[in-house]
């Protein structure tokens, strides 16, 4: 069964940090490359941060620095620690396989989660 729940989104203040989690079941999931993308309104769906089964990372330039992804593979989770958070990551993020930093229309994949919410605002 294919399955992706992500959770830990919410309101933050400017400077503030948030930790998302997706939960992950399936072989597709498990034996590639992991990555967060995040959509805003208006704009498309993009892959900001990625990491590979041994743990090699990827980073949009946008978020380097601020954010850092990893995983638990006996866990069948992947992680996202968000820092010094800025209004414009204000976004719904996903997770899904992938580790190319690129914009991906949302029906290259055949399954998407629901997506969990990160709003930043004072």
């Known amino acids: 069964q294919v399955r992706l729940v992500e959770s830990g989104g919410g309101l933050v203040q400017p400077g503030g940090s948030l930790r998302l989690s997706c939960a992950y079941s399936?072989?597709?999931?498990?034996?590639?490359?992991m990555g967060w993308y995040r959509q805003a309104p208006g704009n498309q769906r993009e892959l900001v941060a990625a990491v590979t089964r041994g743990g090699r990372t990827n980073y949009a330039d946008s978020v380097k620095g601020r954010f850092t992804i990893s995983r638990d593979n006996a866990k069948n989770t992947v992680y996202l620690q968000m820092n010094s958070l800025k209004p414009e990551d204000t976004a719904v993020y996903y997770c899904n396989t992938g580790f190319e930093i690129r914009v991906v229309a949302e029906d290259e994949f055949d399954y998407w989660g629901q997506g969990t919410q990160v709003t930043v605002s004072s």
């Open positions: 399936g072989v597709i999931f498990s034996i590639n490359a």
